[in-house]
Nanobody, 120 residues
Framework: QVQLVESGGGLVQPGGSLRLSCAAS????????MNWYRQAPGKQRELVAS???????NYADSVKGRFAISRDNAKNTVYLQMNNLKPEDTAVYYC??????????????WGQGTQVTVSS
């Protein structure tokens, strides 16, 4: 079982920056792929960025070059650095932990979400 707690959301002006954090409790954090998703009002939840256990990262086209995901396994924490924020980045951001066990069982956990609002 993994519990995820996000922090760092808030209100920022266009062009500003925020850093989201997701602290994980439980075991085996380092072997999970960690993801950040977001959901804007009236839209489907979308994958923003991911980092594998081997530190391979992947980004949605809409955030490439502006967002950076990283993990600190010693602190059981994953981060999302968001730069040059745009109004269309406004959403609730969710942390997600995902892995498949050797037995083929998928383990998937979600945080409660943190609101990011980009507005002047």
């Amino acid at each position: 079982q993994v519990q995820l707690v996000e922090s760092g959301g808030g209100l920022v002006q266009p062009g500003g920056s925020l850093r989201l954090s997701c602290a994980a409790s439980g075991s085996s954090f380092s072997i999970y792929t960690m993801n950040w998703y977001r959901q804007a009002p009236g839209k489907q939840r979308e994958l923003v960025a991911s980092v594998t256990s081997g530190d391979t990262t992947n980004y949605a086209d809409s955030v490439k070059g502006r967002f950076a995901i990283s993990r600190d396994n010693a602190k059981n924490t994953v981060y999302l650095q968001m730069n040059n924020l745009k109004p269309e980045d406004t959403a609730v951001y969710y942390c997600n932990a995902d892995r498949v066990t050797l037995g083929g069982r998928r383990l998937n956990y979600w945080g409660q979400g943190t609101q990011v609002t980009v507005s002047s």
